[in-house]
């Protein structure tokens, strides 16, 4: 299963470097560019990359007029620079989840004592009083108490872990809704409109409004009097002021919202 999971990596980093090829900057370079930041990052766009018009020009992107609906061109900037999502983690199995219910420390004493109550019903201390000899014999049923605790356990950590399945199932399916139901205005074609989050892709300029929540990393190609709350990031209350010639790198986050003054 490793070795398949290998096989399969690096034949998407085979096709991301083959896609990567068709545009002059690669996924590296974008990750260094938006690390950089600041004065920085600002005299690396214009002295390596040529300014923004540069960048525009190695992403294919007019940055008037957007990308194209070319389903072509799209599905290769996908495939260069990957979808616009965070991976999900993959979902506990069943028995996970059987095993992490049995970390319950009452469980456990149970456990424990059932096991102690099962072993002491098969032991029998030799009796050789005329007593014993001469009291008819029993069949053995103390084990039955050992028992007994054994299958509650067992129901009660079944009965979690399906419970615990189950809401797993259903908040990745609520999850996914959510997310579908997302949408960003974006330019193509000199048109402007809603596309969900998951199908932006590098190269697409987005169109933020007052109050919106950023759904990619990216850099600014034309903003008026734009401002910015980067407390989640900074820790500052002071709104940031973005401008395409001075600071003009926005990230994504979950309370990273654009304000425009």
Known sequence: MAKKRKADQANLDALSEEAGRE????LKDLKTLMQTRG?????EINEIHGGLSGIGQRLKTNLITGLSENASDLSLRVAAFGRNEIPPKPPKTFFRLMFEALQDVTLVILIICAIISFC????HPSED???SATKPKEANVEWIEGAAIIIAVIVVVLV?????????????????KIELDQKFNVVRNSIVKQIPIK??????I???????LLPADGVVVQSNDLKVDESSLTGESDLIKKHESKD???????DYYLMKT
């Open 206 to 212: 987005c169109q933020v409004k007052y109050g919106d």
């Open 23 to 26: 545009f002059g900057i690669s």
């Open 160 to 176: 979690t872990a399906f419970n615990d399945w189950t809401k797993e199932r259903q908040f990745r399916g609520l999850q996914s």
């Open 129 to 131: 009083t005329f007593e």
């Open 248 to 254: 003009p790198f926005l990230l994504s986050g979950n």
């Open 199 to 204: 199908e932006i892709v590098v190269g697409d």
């Open 39 to 43: 004065h920085d990052g600002v005299r």
């Open 120 to 123: 002491l019903s098969f032991y």
